[in-house]
């Protein structure tokens, strides 16, 4: 007789495989066509727009460059990071909190890979969800504006820990609002050691010379940088 | 949700057994957290045939590895990467990403 009682059988299989999988995918084709992808996270607010639209505005004339950048709503970003020239396109994901790797490859469909070196994506804003979702990317930037406090980085460890390098923000206000240098490095050195951080200010340019080496910089040659 | 569709897939697989749990194995660091996960569980298994059962989660603590004890150890706080025998910091992550379906409970 057949037993009713549950039994157990052995799966094993992780829940984001699908996503996994298709950044995989999305990762082989951007290196076959020699495109370095960057993704940006952070929380709303932070600045990932602005430091987009000059990174693209510097990028410009020296490498072909181009992003996508996730919103819940509205193609406010995407029309203003378009008068750098870059050509942008817009994912909204409705009420989403964050990009998958389908999404971005839906957003690159007619775009031709080989004729990029640089990709930018701009992650939703959003400190917690992003972390659990591979895009494809080489590197992943988490921005922290100097406004949002020294101690972001102990609050959300795990996007700190899943990105590659640290970008402070807004530094030009780091005197207006006291911000204390040395105990943002040290927190996000104690979540995710070894880490390179930048300070940047996409309003007044500053800090921008010294992370557009990594930003243009061939997957491989990223590696040395960061290195380096 | 893909953790629904996965046990109804096995349980169709195996001809259309209940699927009466899911075991699940959440890493710290996996980015998810435990009381979202159940409480989307529910409703994501409304109208399937996995309409009832449980999600059982088995929470993976944070374990890195120093390279100079050559040791792996636990985490003691997420706020510090750092071993847990000499201190010294230390961002090699050896578990605690987990977000992966292990077994299921079925007739």
Redesign the interface.
């Known amino acids: 007789m057949m037993s009713t009682q549950p039994r157990l059988v052995e799966v094993r299989q992780n829940v984001l495989k699908q996503n996994d999988l298709l950044a995989r995918e999305l990762r082989r084709r951007f290196r076959e066509a020699g495109v370095s992808v960057i993704s940006l996270v952070s929380s709303p607010g932070s600045g990932k727009t602005a430091f987009l639209e000059k990174a693209l505005t510097l990028l410009a004339p020296e490498a072909r460059v181009a992003a996508l950048v996730g919103d819940l709503a509205t193609e406010n970003d995407a029309a203003r990071l378009a008068r750098s020239g870059a050509p942008v396109r817009q994912i909204t994901t409705g009420t989403i909190c964050h990009l998958d790797a389908q999404m971005v490859e839906h957003a690159l469909a007619g775009w031709s890979l080989e004729e990029l070196d640089v990709l930018f994506i701009e992650n939703v804003g959003n400190l917690v969800c992003p972390s659990s979702y591979d895009l494809g990317e080489d590197l992943r930037l988490v921005l922290l504006s100097v406004t949002e406090g020294e101690d972001k980085p102990l609050k959300y460890p795990t996007i700190f820990n899943t990105a590659d390098v640290a970008v402070i923000t807004k530094i030009d206000l780091a005197g207006a609002v006291e911000f204390d240098h040395a105990t943002a490095h040290r927190n996000i050195q104690s979540v995710r050691p070894g880490m390179r951080v930048f300070e940047v200010s996409a309003k007044t340019g500053a800090g921008m010379d010294e992370l557009l080496p990594l930003l243009s910089a061939r997957p491989a040659e990223s590696e040395k940088v960061l290195a380096g | 949700m893909?953790?629904v569709e996965?046990a109804e897939e096995?349980s169709t697989r195996?001809g259309g057994v209940k699927v009466?749990?899911i075991?699940?194995k959440l890493g710290q660091?996996?980015?998810?957290v435990k009381d979202a996960l159940l409480f989307s569980y529910e409703v994501a298994c409304q109208g399937t045939a996995l309409e009832g059962s449980q999600l059982i989660i088995e929470e993976v603590p944070v374990a890195v590895y120093c390279p100079n004890c050559r040791a792996e150890s636990l985490l003691a706080s997420?706020?510090?990467?750092?071993c847990g025998t000499c201190g010294a910091?230390?961002?090699e992550?050896v578990r605690g990403k987990e977000?992966?379906?292990?077994?299921?409970?079925?007739?």
């Open positions: 893909s953790m996965m096995e195996r009466f749990a075991h699940l660091l996996s980015g998810v997420l706020q510090r990467f750092c910091l230390t961002s992550v977000l992966e379906v292990v077994a299921l409970e079925i007739q």
